[in-house]
């Protein structure tokens, strides 16, 4: 059981460039969660998604993208790498109801120099 | 919005001491409450959970109780090892997210 699977691990770009971080999930999860863990920050949302086709901001959404054509994929793509979006990136998703479990991928360490 | 707020660290304790990481939210419901675990390298844990207010969650020794009165959830445990060493966050239940505090790291020396 793979649970919540993220790639890459790591990832150095440069200043401007593009990349998407592709998150997956085989547990039929309705809600998709990427958070950004700056050291000493804890986690900040970025975007979150209650179902197939629908995407919302969260607390930190500016310089990134998401989509959501499939229950299983949740990819964030950075259009415009900046320094400040260096950190460490994780995906989540639980189901919904009373079960609020959250499930963590094992996260992607991006440096954007 | 709904926020948590945990005590600063790093805290670094000997073996077999008791621990407590304070956490404190504010929210305009009734959310439930987490705390989950980082070790090293790794992904988010969830440790342990209370849904309700005077409940208390409770896994691997560590405890803690849903204080509506004083809008707390302490983490607890009465004596720690090495392998707990880890970073600990307090996180609480929105309507369709989840947020988490700034996380506390601990260390446990033998």
């Known amino acids: 059981n793979a649970g919540v699977t993220q790639t890459p691990k790591f990832r150095i770009l440069k200043i401007g460039q593009s990349m998407t971080l592709q998150c997956t999930q085989d547990m039929n999860h309705n809600y998709m969660y990427w958070y950004r863990q700056d050291p000493g920050m804890g986690l900040k949302l970025i975007y979150y998604?209650?179902?197939?086709?629908?995407?919302d901001k969260g607390e930190v959404p500016n310089g990134y993208n998401v989509s959501r054509s499939t229950t299983e994929d949740f990819p964030l793509r950075l259009e415009l790498a900046a320094p400040s979006q260096t950190s460490v990136y994780f995906c989540?998703?639980?189901?919904?109801?009373?079960?609020?479990?959250?499930?963590f991928g094992s996260g992607t360490q991006l440096s954007v120099l | 919005g709904d926020s948590v707020t945990q005590m600063e660290g790093p805290v670094t304790l000997s073996e077999e001491a008791f621990l407590t990481i304070n956490c404190t939210y504010t929210a305009t419901g009734y959310p439930s409450l987490f705390w989950y675990v980082q070790y090293p390298g790794e992904g988010l844990q969830l440790l342990l959970k209370?849904?309700?207010?005077?409940d208390k969650g409770s896994n691997k020794g560590f405890e803690a109780t849903y204080r509506k009165e004083t809008t707390s959830f302490h983490l607890e445990k009465g004596s720690v090892q090495v392998s707990d060493s880890a970073v600990y966050f307090c996180?609480?239940?929105?309507?369709?997210?989840?947020?988490f505090g700034a996380g506390t790291r601990l260390t446990v020396k033998p």
């Open positions: 998604s209650v179902g197939a086709g629908i995407t």
């Open positions: 996180a609480l239940s929105g309507d369709n997210d989840m947020r």
């Open positions: 989540a998703s639980r189901d919904r109801g009373d079960n609020e479990k959250l499930f």
């Open positions: 209370a849904t309700k207010a005077d």
